[in-house]
């Protein structure tokens, strides 16, 4: 054939700088495109040859890329199915064979799309290269093709010999992008997007230290993982094959993974993968983006947002479908029936295992609840039906580390601790030094005390009690205890307003002033062996602040000042001694008894240390007092 010029068929002058600057917003991902063309061109001719339509030998299948700095050069070669000069013409030619015309109108605001609808995976070479060459010979033996195109709707095309079936990409690496012509550089981006494909895919030689350097050897360095464990049956696979592949999928991780559930589906949809539990710590945010998301073993993402429920991304492993569309909005994939089906599936899958454990290995399943909880928590926040299934296997752990169902411990508690209304009272902690006082005089009334010390803790109790009715939540150190669980029975204070008034301004005059911090001064009757003094902060307030700090949205209770209640035990002697002596006495007067009375001062100051918040000048003061006292 003569050399034959022309055009890209396209309909709109526009259309190749859109192609070349905005295919793709990384442009690293020009190598797996074609790396994947020529995998795609080999198992073509694989499957040509088991139908018998292909009769010559397959030989070396391998996809080979090379560079060649000197020329400027990278290069990706197959002896794949090949392409007639016909073949090259309607597939390389005629870009967008129809609705061109809405091109621009269509995708110009959501580029990534152009692939997923129009096949123009190749071009996204132009995106580096300032010239790209296409030297075809297809298996039919026709001759052989070179097609040649420099970053424009302009190509040439022409014979050229070439002896052996398969196509070479061969693209001229512009002045931008030198750094596509650097060994490490193509080796890491090889390992990152086709590090699972079908093919062998070959980079130099392997390497092996010599006189104090790396040397090249006889041996093909093969960087991908032909039959990844994904692909294998399950039933074929140890233990120890899939922490192996663990590790080769996150070689710098620290930690084991807990257990994992192996994917295979082939109806109604195609779905094979593998999960893996982490351990998760409290701050989730490092374990996001740890799934890869692979079509046909080609590497499309770790961002599966929108594919797998949010609590599922906190997983770690590979999910393999080609029934997920690629390159479409977020919105596309949460409307698309396949992938709702896919996130039902997996969703179900893992609640499966988790209940599976729970019935078969429960020990297993508390010994790893600390570093499980966190992801169960959010998955019961957030999906209804996960929340079905896993109120069967969560658990509630207790101060003393013993673990129960949430029917086991309401069985527990509920003849104890129900109060005058009917309410069932959870107490709970978050810090078992901090709130001890509070745990011991809890443990003392017979009450048991949960420990809910996660990042999410606060948010489940809130649905907790949503779901269960007729139950609240109640840190421990929340109020006293006594009044944190009424019985039945008149606990009112008997006392004058007056009374009650100057008692509350006697002691403020004691409190000191902390920043966005705001007392209120509460009379209880707790016994005489109770705590005179002792500063709580309500459920409500305190829940609010804490929910503050993990939801934006929130903000405002974080900038609400911090309000503690004070509660004086009536019944104590020292809080009686006062209101006897400021009885009939004028507000002046009541501070300027308190503010004399060091014992009263002693008090206030110890509640104030057992709180953290006794400080600087006031902390010296207690000190010298407490000196003066002995």
Not at 55 to 74: F, H, P, Q
Not at 86 to 104: G, H, K, P, T
Not at 231 to 249: I, N, T, V
Not at 497 to 526: H, M, Q, W, Y
Request: hydrophobic share 35%; charged share 30%.
């Amino acid at each position: 054939m003569t050399i034959k010029q022309g055009q890209i068929g396209v309909t709109t002058g526009n259309i190749f700088p859109i192609i070349k600057k905005f295919l793709y917003s990384d442009h690293e991902i020009f190598l797996r495109e074609i790396v994947s063309n020529a995998v795609d061109a080999t198992q073509k001719l694989k499957t040509l040859s088991d139908v018998g339509e292909f009769k010559g030998e397959l030989g070396d299948i391998s996809v080979r890329v090379t560079i060649d700095k000197e020329a400027g050069t990278l290069t990706v070669s197959d002896r794949g199915i090949g392409m007639t000069a016909e073949e090259v013409d309607r597939y390389i030619n005629q870009i967008a064979l129809s609705s061109a015309n809405d091109f621009l109108d269509q995708y110009k605001d959501n580029a990534n799309a152009i692939i997923g609808h129009f096949g123009l995976g190749f071009y996204s070479t132009f995106m580096v290269a300032k010239k790209v060459e296409i030297i075809t010979k297809s298996y039919k033996d026709e001759d052989a093709v070179k097609w040649s195109c420099e970053g424009n709707p302009e190509y040439t095309m022409e014979k050229v010999d070439k002896t052996d079936r398969g196509t070479d990409i061969v693209l001229y690496i512009d002045d931008e992008n030198q750094d596509f012509l650097e060994k490490h550089n193509i080796e890491t981006l090889l390992n990152k997007y086709c590090k699972f494909l079908p093919v062998p895919v070959i980079f130099g030689k392997k390497q092996e230290w010599k006189e104090d350097k790396y040397v090249d050897t006889d041996e093909d360095n093969i960087i991908n993982d032909v039959n990844p464990l994904w692909k294998q049956m399950p039933a074929d696979l140890k233990d120890e094959d899939y922490m192996e592949f663990y590790r080769k999928l996150y070689p710098m991780g620290m930690d084991e993974p807990l257990f994992w559930i192996h994917l295979n589906v082939d109806y109604p949809f195609n779905l094979t993968g593998i999960l893996y539990f982490p351990k998760i710590s409290n701050n989730i945010e490092i374990q996001r983006n740890k799934i890869q998301l692979y079509s046909n073993q080609v590497f499309v993402t770790d961002s599966v947002e929108g594919i797998v429920p949010e609590f599922l991304t906190y997983l770690h492993g590979v999910i393999d479908s080609p029934d997920i569309p690629l390159n479409v909005s977020r919105s596309y994939l949460q409307s698309d029936r396949n992938v709702k089906k896919i996130s039902n599936h997996i969703t179900k899958k893992v609640a499966d295992k988790l209940e599976d454990i729970f019935k078969k290995e429960r020990s297993q399943l508390e010994e790893k609840w600390d570093s499980l909880k966190i992801f169960i928590e959010l998955g019961m926040l957030t999906e209804d039906r996960f929340y079905d299934r896993a109120a069967k296997f969560s658990l509630l752990k207790n101060i003393d580390d013993k673990y129960f169902t949430l029917d086991e411990y309401k069985s527990l508690i509920e003849a104890n601790q129900t109060d005058k209304n009917g309410d069932l009272v959870y107490l709970y902690a978050n810090d078992k030094e901090e709130q001890y006082a509070f745990i011991d005089a809890a443990k003392e009334k017979g009450y048991d005390v949960l420990m809910l010390d996660g990042q999410l803790d606060v948010h489940w109790a809130g649905l907790l009690e949503q779901k269960l009715g007729k139950t609240r939540f109640v840190r421990v150190d929340s109020n006293a205890v006594e009044y944190i669980i009424e019985k039945d029975g008149d606990n009112a204070v008997e006392i004058s307003d007056v009374e009650k008034e100057n008692i509350s301004e006697a002691a403020k005059s004691i409190l000191p002033n902390i920043d966005k911090t705001v007392f209120n001064i509460e009379l209880k009757s707790l016994g005489e062996s109770g705590k005179p003094v002792q500063i709580t902060q309500d459920e409500f307030s305190r829940r609010m602040k804490d929910m503050s700090a993990m939801q934006p949205g929130m903000a405002f209770y974080g900038d609400m000042p911090n309000m503690l209640q004070v509660i004086l035990n009536v019944d104590h002697p020292i809080i009686k001694r006062l209101q006897d002596e400021i009885k009939d006495k004028t507000k002046e007067e009541s501070v300027a008894i308190a503010t004399e009375d060091s014992k009263l001062k002693q008090l206030f100051d110890l509640s104030l240390l057992a709180n953290g918040m006794l400080k600087g000048e006031a902390l010296n003061n207690f000190i010298k007092r407490s000196i003066d006292l002995l």
